[in-house]
């Protein structure tokens, strides 16, 4: 075994490596651009080292100055984690020339799988079902042209070097194909460096699900079973789950022995993962082969109780699997598995990526039944330069009902502030029909994406008095220890937090802020009794109290219990179904009124911008493209608010912008 491993990666993949590391007894190399100084995965390891700039072009991607890193430090080799430079052929070989490890596959069976275009060949060659497609490598527009016509609409286009939902459009007509093969090519190049892509015929509502494969350096290969990915965004996954609901033993049989006839062609070792289309008939194809550890491989830990990355390890040390997997050729699961990631990123605004500090960071308690795969801590800030995920919640139950209930109620102990979350827009998917019921296909969500976002804005009225109520409930008993602290009766009237005077009633206006509106609530009272009034709408409370964690009330005479977290800025209240977030303010302050504007088009996160399309004295409509702006690997299309003439543009391509930058001003025509 390895006395020393470099991790060529950054975040929670990072933190992942070192903890099985650390359990072997294994010193750890972390690796680091300038935007990762702090980072958790440089605290975590043994030992961290610069690599450059804040760009992924300018450190992560950068494999001669990881390799020197790894000479220097004495690793003995080197876990590239996924993304990156993962997949990457050229740096696989070079690892191995320079007389390292590189834990992962050959860079021979890399380039014969990492190309999705050259895998799909050979997949061919060897008999298993694929989409039709173009995987040629003539990338002239014209020829891509004329090969969509003869796949056939609707078909995508993939990046043919990468992954994770990047470089990838569907295209329903010819008249849609040049603009989408343009933003495609775009997306691939500056994610992976390459521009190539290829051509496949779309299957209407497909399933995703794909296989875990290992092989070793002595002739085995096996499969530990299914995954399934079908709830996706944008050809990204959102929750993935062991074993797939969808497939019978039979089907499990026939495509575990594709994914190993897969693997054996080209005499695969280590991790990899053989990812199928499956048609709601149970016909299956062939999609990509990820020659790397995946993001979801957590479900299938959990479901076949092993250590993934402990066998990467073993494996590249030269060791065979154990006989235990090498002798059955179908691993029975282990109750149910599912994984979802939370991400830094905006539902309620197309799902925009966010971005800044983690003010408060609270995820559900590790146990046997849930798992946090993580790579920040409250404090830490999300860097606009890489993936915005924050975390994996992971559980496991004995049966996929009660795994559903596991992850509802870690998602109810979850509270982001800082950035914006998904994490309402997952709670809402867990209990949707389409998720409960095992029906969702991959194009689901963005068919339906209406039904998984909040419908209104307007906070639940118990929430509210509930909310209220606490507040004052938390600031009379914070008050009443500093008062007799001080030498003071905490009982007197005139320590009375409730606005109790002499010949009036006492009353005290709660200020709370519920999706940018601010509520304003009378209460009178004290010691968890209170009369409270907003907007003409009257509650009484009485014997609210504020422990470990939960609030309870009864509230027009009906007892309600919340799961809470109350502060200073902010009240988190939770019924077990649904998600209340309030932001405290002042009493008495002045708020500015909105104004319409449309005169501006401005940056809505920090990021670089990739092109414009117009110009001073332009006449744009109301919706017309007007620039793309690329930040944490994804593009985004900024659009006119209103219809007129473009008076300035203030940015051009390549400029790196902060959020709220003023990138074209428009004028009346």
């Known amino acids: 075994m390895f006395s020393k491993v470099l991790i060529a990666n950054r975040g929670e993949i990072a933190c992942r490596v070192?903890?099985?590391?650390?359990?072997?007894?294994?010193?750890?190399?972390?690796?680091?651009?300038?935007?990762?100084?702090?980072?958790?995965?440089?605290?975590?390891?043994?030992?961290?080292?610069?690599?450059?700039g804040s760009r992924p072009a300018d450190s992560y991607l950068r494999g001669d100055v990881i390799l020197d890193v790894a000479k220097k430090s004495g690793a003995q080799a080197i876990h590239p984690g996924y993304g990156f430079l993962s997949e990457n052929a050229d740096f696989a070989e070079a690892v191995e020339t320079a007389g390292l490890i590189f834990i992962g596959p050959s860079a021979a069976s890399m380039r014969k799988m990492g190309s999705k275009a050259g895998a799909k060949i050979l997949m061919q060659e060897h008999k298993v079902p694929v989409v039709p497609g173009y995987t040629g490598e003539d990338q002239d527009p014209g020829v891509l042209a004329?090969?969509?016509?003869?796949?056939?609409?609707?078909?995508?286009?993939?990046?043919?070097?990468?992954?994770?939902?990047?470089?990838?459009?569907?295209?329903?007509?010819?008249?849609?194909?040049?603009?989408?093969?343009?933003?495609?090519q775009r997306e691939a190049k500056n994610a992976f460096g390459r521009d190539r892509v290829l051509l496949e015929r779309y299957v209407e509502k497909p399933r995703h699900i794909e296989f875990q494969v290992f092989g070793d350096t002595h002739g085995n290969i096996v499969h530990l079973n299914e995954r399934e990915c079908s709830a996706q965004r944008r050809y990204q996954k959102v929750l993935e789950e062991a074993p797939s609901p969808f497939v019978t033993p039979d089907l499990r049989a026939r495509m575990g022995d594709a994914a190993i006839a897969a693997a054996r062609a080209i005499d695969y070792s280590n991790a990899g993962t053989v990812e199928f289309i499956v048609g709601q008939g149970g016909d299956f194809y062939f999609m990509e082969i990820n020659t790397r550890l995946q993001v979801e491989h957590p479900v299938t830990e959990l479901t076949l109780n092993l250590d993934l990355v402990e066998l990467q390890l073993r494996v590249a040390a030269g060791e065979a699997l154990p006989g235990s997997l090498v002798r059955n050729k179908s691993i029975p699961a282990d109750?149910?598995?599912?994984?979802?990631?939370?991400?830094?990123?905006?539902?309620?605004?197309?799902?925009?990526?966010?971005?800044?500090?983690?003010?408060?960071?609270?995820?559900?308690?590790?146990?046997?039944?849930?798992?946090?795969?993580?790579?920040?801590?409250?404090?830490?800030?999300?860097?606009?330069?890489?993936?915005?995920?924050?975390?994996?919640?992971?559980v496991w139950d004995k049966n996929r009902d009660e795994a559903l209930q596991r992850m509802?109620?870690?998602?109810?102990?979850?509270?982001?502030?800082?950035?914006?979350?998904?994490?309402?827009?997952?709670?809402?998917?867990?209990?949707?029909?389409?998720?409960?019921?095992?029906?969702?296909?991959?194009?689901?969500?963005?068919?339906?994406?209406?039904?998984?976002?909040?419908?209104?804005?307007?906070?639940?009225?118990?929430?509210?008095?509930?909310?209220?109520?606490?507040?004052?409930?938390?600031?009379?008993?914070?008050?009443?220890?500093?008062l007799a602290a001080t030498g003071n009766d905490p009982h007197s009237p005139w320590a009375r937090a409730d606005g109790w005077r002499l010949g009036h009633p006492g009353k005290r206006v709660v200020a709370l802020v519920h999706a940018g509106e601010r509520i304003e609530i009378a209460a009178h009272g004290a010691g968890g009794q209170y009369s409270l009034d907003w907007n003409g709408t009257h509650a009484i409370v009485r014997n609210a109290l504020y422990a470990d964690g939960r609030f309870s009330a009864e509230i027009d005479g009906s007892t309600r219990r919340f799961s809470a977290h109350i502060d200073e800025a902010h009240v988190l209240l939770h019924d077990g179904q649904q998600r209340q977030v309030f932001e405290r303010a002042a009493a008495f302050a002045y708020s500015a009124s909105k104004s319409g504007g449309g005169d501006r088009v401005t940056a809505p996160m920090p990021g670089r911008v990739v092109l414009t399309r117009v110009q001073a004295g332009d006449a744009v409509v109301e919706g017309q493209e007007l620039a793309i702006m690329e930040a944490m690997k994804m593009e985004i299309t900024l659009r006119a608010p209103r219809a007129g003439i473009v008076a300035a543009v203030q940015a051009q391509a390549g400029e790196f912008v902060e959020a709220d930058a003023v990138l074209i001003r428009l004028e009346s025509v």
């Open 146 to 184: 004329r090969e969509a016509g003869r796949v056939g609409y609707p078909l995508m286009i993939k990046a043919a070097h990468g992954g994770g939902g990047k470089g990838m459009r569907v295209v329903r007509s010819a008249e849609e194909f040049a603009a989408s093969l343009e933003s495609c």
């Open 335 to 394: 109750g149910h598995a599912i994984e979802l990631r939370l991400y830094a990123e905006d539902p309620a605004q197309n799902f925009l990526p966010g971005s800044g500090r983690l003010t408060t960071l609270r995820l559900p308690q590790p146990s046997r039944h849930v798992r946090i795969d993580g790579g920040v801590i409250e404090g830490d800030t999300v860097s606009i330069f890489y993936d915005p995920m924050i975390a994996k919640l992971i």
């Open 18 to 52: 070192i903890r099985t590391c650390r359990r072997l007894g294994i010193a750890t190399v972390a690796v680091y651009s300038e935007a990762d100084a702090t980072a958790q995965h440089v605290r975590l390891a043994d030992e961290a080292w610069p690599i450059g």
């Open 408 to 482: 509802r109620e870690a998602l109810a102990a979850t509270q982001i502030v800082g950035p914006k979350s998904n994490v309402e827009f997952l709670e809402r998917l867990v209990r949707h029909p389409a998720v409960t019921g095992a029906t969702i296909d991959t194009g689901y969500l963005d068919r339906h994406l209406d039904e998984f976002l909040p419908q209104s804005a307007e906070p639940v009225p118990t929430a509210q008095f509930a909310a209220a109520a606490a507040v004052v409930l938390l600031d009379q008993e914070t008050a009443a220890p500093q």
